[in-house]
């Protein structure tokens, strides 16, 4: 058996090695000459871009910062306000003839009926003066607004001071500025250049109002999401829209200092509808819901739950524009609110689905 296992051994061979590829220092290495890629550089064009309309939702969700509109003199105005007198007349000459049918019929029911229309005018001139109050303060806002970018802009610390204290007077009745107020006051008699302070105000006076704003903002979109999506009716869903940016509105203005009436109101609400068809932030349908929240959660959605986010997320547009135009002083220190930062909160399936996209 030994000597069958010694004929099986491998007989000794002799195996050539090649030698190993020399390899060259970089310095060592021929350098490539300048080339120009112009001709082989292919632009794709925009209908073959797959990405287009998911940025052009994207960038649809960064509305400019809304401002008011401007105040002209117009014929329709001419117009209201010469009916307005016209029908005003006429409601003073029914009266003064119901006033006088009275005292013919009796003496006490003609003195009754003129003291109801003294409590009456009282009344009335009483909501007035609320009325133009109301737009009054707005109006102010908008100038101290204008003043604060001014100052920040020229870099002039006197005015920037004014405007400052204007601030401080425009807030002092909301506790929610007081430590604020109080560190500013502290800043009285050191020297603080324009935007510094600018800045310092700010921070200390509409954090904490920002802060709160947000939450308006965010309270009202769930409540319209929530109510639109289990609602029957589209009537209801645009009642009820209607209702909750009214409210949102108001609560702002009085957040930033405003005291607005039911014109105020109005005004407002003309101001933020402008700005909302102006931008074509009204336009959003169901490619925004499969574009920002992704293309396998809006699938999972019912559709009556993707109207409820549209819903809210159009609610929270609203009173971004809301913000932007009761907010006393431009966005500087602070990061201006966008729609992505309410969107994780009114589907909390989008951030887990855009984490794990990324991942």
Same mark, same amino acid.
């Given at each position: 058996?030994?000597?069958?296992?010694?004929?099986?051994?491998?007989?000794?061979?002799?195996?050539?090695?090649?030698?190993?590829a020399r390899t060259e220092r970089p310095e060592q290495q021929p350098r490539r000459a300048p080339a120009s890629f112009g001709d082989r550089v292919v632009m794709t064009a925009d209908a073959d871009d #797959?990405?287009?309309?998911?940025?052009?939702?994207?960038?649809?969700?960064?509305?400019?910062?809304?401002?008011?509109?401007?105040?002209?003199? =117009?014929?329709?105005?001419? $117009?209201?306000?010469?009916?307005?007198?016209?029908? !005003?007349?006429?409601?003073?000459?029914?009266?003064?003839?119901?006033?006088?049918? *009275?005292?013919?019929?009796?003496?006490?029911?003609?003195?009754?009926?003129?003291?109801?229309?003294?409590?009456?005018?009282? $009344?009335?001139?009483? /909501?007035?003066?609320?009325?133009?109050?109301?737009? %009054?303060?707005?109006?102010?806002?908008?100038?101290?607004? $204008?003043?604060?970018?001014?100052?920040?802009?020229?870099?002039?610390?006197?005015?920037?001071?004014?405007?400052?204290?204007?601030? /401080?007077?425009?807030?002092?009745?909301?506790?929610?500025?007081?430590?604020?107020?109080?560190?500013?006051?502290?800043? @009285?008699?050191?020297?603080?250049?324009? #935007?510094?302070?600018?800045?310092?105000?700010?921070?200390?006076?509409? %954090?904490?109002?920002?802060?709160?704003?947000?939450?308006?903002?965010?309270?009202?979109?769930?409540?319209? !999401?929530?109510?639109?999506?289990? !609602?029957?009716?589209?009537? /209801?869903? *645009?009642?009820?829209?209607?209702? @909750?940016?009214?409210?949102?509105?108001?609560?702002?203005?009085?957040?930033?200092?405003?005291?607005?009436?039911?014109?105020?109101?109005?005004?407002?609400?003309?101001?933020?509808?402008?700005?909302?068809?102006?931008?074509? =932030?009204?336009?959003?349908?169901? !490619?925004? /819901?499969?574009?920002?929240?992704?293309?396998?959660?809006? =699938?999972? *959605?019912?559709?009556?739950?993707?109207?409820?986010?549209?819903?809210?997320? %159009?609610? $929270?547009?609203?009173?971004?524009?809301?913000?932007?135009?009761?907010?006393? %002083? #431009?966005?500087?220190?602070?990061?201006?609110?966008?729609?992505?930062?309410?969107?994780?909160?009114?589907?909390?399936?989008?951030?887990?689905?855009?984490?794990?996209?990324?991942?």
């Open positions: 058996m030994n000597d069958e296992f010694k004929d099986r051994r491998r007989k000794p061979a002799a195996f050539p090695v090649e030698p190993e #797959p990405f287009i309309e998911t940025t052009a939702a994207i960038d649809a969700l960064k509305a400019p910062e809304a401002h008011p509109r401007r105040r002209r003199l =117009s014929f329709g105005k001419v $117009a209201a306000g010469a009916f307005g007198i016209l029908l !005003s007349l006429a409601i003073g000459l029914w009266i003064d003839r119901l006033v006088r049918d *009275l005292f013919s019929r009796a003496d006490w029911l003609g003195y009754a009926a003129i003291g109801v229309v003294a409590i009456g005018a009282l $009344a009335f001139l009483v /909501v007035v003066a609320r009325e133009l109050s109301g737009l %009054m303060q707005l109006t102010a806002i908008q100038e101290l607004k $204008a003043d604060v970018a001014l100052a920040a802009g020229t870099g002039k610390t006197k005015a920037a001071r004014a405007a400052t204290a204007r601030l /401080v007077h425009l807030l002092a009745a909301n506790p929610r500025t007081a430590r604020g107020r109080a560190r500013l006051a502290e800043t @009285e008699e050191e020297i603080i250049d324009a #935007p510094h302070l600018v800045e310092l105000a700010e921070r200390e006076l509409l %954090m904490p109002l920002d802060r709160e704003a947000r939450r308006i903002i965010l309270a009202a979109s769930k409540r319209v !999401s929530v109510v639109t999506a289990v !609602s029957p009716r589209a009537l /209801v869903d *645009l009642g009820y829209v209607l209702y @909750e940016s009214a409210r949102m509105i108001r609560a702002m203005a009085e957040l930033y200092g405003g005291r607005p009436g039911t014109l105020g109101l109005l005004r407002l609400m003309r101001d933020v509808i402008a700005h909302l068809a102006v931008t074509g =932030s009204i336009a959003v349908g169901d !490619s925004l /819901v499969q574009q920002i929240l992704g293309h396998g959660l809006a =699938s999972k *959605l019912s559709a009556r739950l993707g109207e409820g986010v549209i819903n809210g997320l %159009m609610t $929270a547009r609203i009173g971004i524009a809301a913000m932007d135009l009761c907010r006393p %002083m #431009p966005f500087r220190a602070l990061k201006r609110p966008g729609i992505g930062d309410f969107l994780a909160d009114l589907a909390p399936g989008a951030a887990r689905a855009e984490t794990s996209r990324e991942g």
